[in-house]
């Protein structure tokens, strides 16, 4: 499967921001999806993460209440709606699917090449 992400930008902070990940290739529900971030000098960290039906998601402590993430499966996109930016929420979002569903970058084999968000204080 093929996934490009989108919808990256400049928001100050207490702004949103809805990012997209558009899926092409294989059937789409097979797959769940995650996003995954990574600020410039730190390791990449698991922000959100839907099945493939979308049933069940989770959420990094650190964005909890702040951030959504949906999918419509007839579109083959992911969605990952981002509430009250922080400063801290800056870095390049990256989606990612798998057959299963999990919070570790590791078990994710497709990727889409990543967007920028940058939150100013």
């Known amino acids: 499967v093929q996934l490009q992400a989108s919808g990256g930008g400049l928001v100050q902070a207490g702004g949103s921001l809805r990012l997209s990940c558009a899926a092409s290739g294989r059937t789409f529900s097979n797959y769940a999806v995650a996003w995954f971030r990574q600020a410039p000098g730190k390791e990449r960290e698991f922000v959100a993460a839907?099945?493939?039906?979308?049933?069940?998601?989770n959420f990094a402590d650190s964005v909890k209440g702040r951030f959504t993430i949906s999918r419509d499966n007839a579109e083959n996109t992911v969605y990952l709606q981002m509430n009250s930016l922080k400063a801290e929420d800056t870095g390049v979002y990256y989606c990612?699917?798998?057959?299963?569903?999990?919070?570790?970058?590791?078990?994710?084999?497709?990727w889409g090449q990543g967007t920028l968000v940058t939150v100013s204080s």
């Open positions: 990612a699917a798998d057959t299963f569903y999990g919070s570790s970058p590791a078990q994710y084999d497709y």
């Open positions: 839907i099945s493939r039906i979308g049933y069940s998601t």
